[in-house]
């Protein structure tokens, strides 16, 4: 199984920016995908999940702004995110199934 986040980027203070989440050697579909982030110095902390029925969750900070949703024709999930904020600035990454991806660097300019 290999996962891989992509699509971050600079963006200024209120963009957007829509990350993916790939996946070879299983499907998205089974478990939940999980969306955490780490901010340099930081502890890695939970973003948001989707799980098998499409159901969402998301951490307190980030409600109202982001959500998760997927193509499963293209075994993609992804992680919209709106109303950036300086403190989004992280490493982005997925995970399922106990598997991680490569993280992908989010960066909010003020």
């Known amino acids: 199984v290999q996962l891989q986040a992509s699509g971050g980027g600079l963006v200024q203070v209120g963009g957007s920016l829509r990350l993916s989440c790939a996946e070879s050697?299983?499907?998205?579909?089974?478990?939940?995908v999980g969306w955490y982030r780490q901010a340099p110095g930081k502890e890695r902390e939970l973003v948001g999940l989707?799980?098998?029925?499409?159901?969402?969750n998301f951490a307190d900070s980030v409600k109202g702004r982001f959500t998760i949703d997927r193509d499963p024709d293209k075994n993609v999930v992804y992680l919209q995110m709106n109303g950036l904020k300086p403190e989004d600035t992280a490493t982005y990454y997925c995970?399922?199934?106990?598997?991680w991806g490569q993280g992908t660097q989010v960066t909010v300019s003020s």
């Open positions: 995970t399922h199934l106990g598997w």
């Open positions: 050697g299983s499907s998205l579909r089974i478990n939940v």
């Open positions: 989707i799980d098998k029925d499409d159901n969402t």
